[in-house]
């Protein structure tokens, strides 16, 4: 462990789940980035176009073409965002609902397992480190820009 930075630690740990949830999600013919796309829209009202990539933390470019794979599989539908003209709703159709749900478990059986096999205490100090990183990269303490 002495050798390992933290920063390869989180990296590798991340390309593992990324590529178990790729693996499982190719049985449905879909990708990890589609299942956590049918997540993120809402099930009810849909969700903006506009705020799917920050959600998801993804590229306007990836986005794009991840909700034209999902059009075309007849997940989605894009319908005028009846409070604002200019914009578009992304709304889950009948088969998009059915593998959100899929989506939902797959996630939920992932945490379960990670629950299972760690104590409660661990957990709750993996979820604290973590989100000290994320505050020090957000608030800009990792490098100091003003040089």
Do not use: C
Request: proline letters at 3%; a neutral charge; charged letters at 25%.
């Amino acid at each position: 462990m002495k050798d390992k930075t933290i920063d390869y630690v989180l990296k590798t740990t991340w390309q593992a789940v990324s590529r178990m949830y790729n693996e499982e999600a190719a049985k449905y013919g879909a990708t990890m980035a589609l299942g956590y796309a049918l997540l993120s829209i809402d099930r009810e009202h849909g969700t903006p176009s506009t705020s799917l990539g920050p959600m998801m933390g993804m590229e306007a470019t990836s986005l794009t073409r991840t909700l034209k794979s999902m059009e075309d599989k007849g997940l989605i539908i894009r319908k005028k965002n009846p409070t604002d003209g200019r914009g578009v709703l992304i709304h889950l159709t009948p088969l998009g609902l059915e593998k959100r749900e899929l989506s939902k478990i797959t996630v939920l059986q992932f945490n379960e397992v990670i629950k299972h096999n760690i104590s409660l205490e661990q957990l709750e100090n993996f979820l604290e480190v973590n989100q000290i990183i994320t505050d020090l990269i957000v608030e800009k303490k990792i490098y100091n820009l003003e040089k």
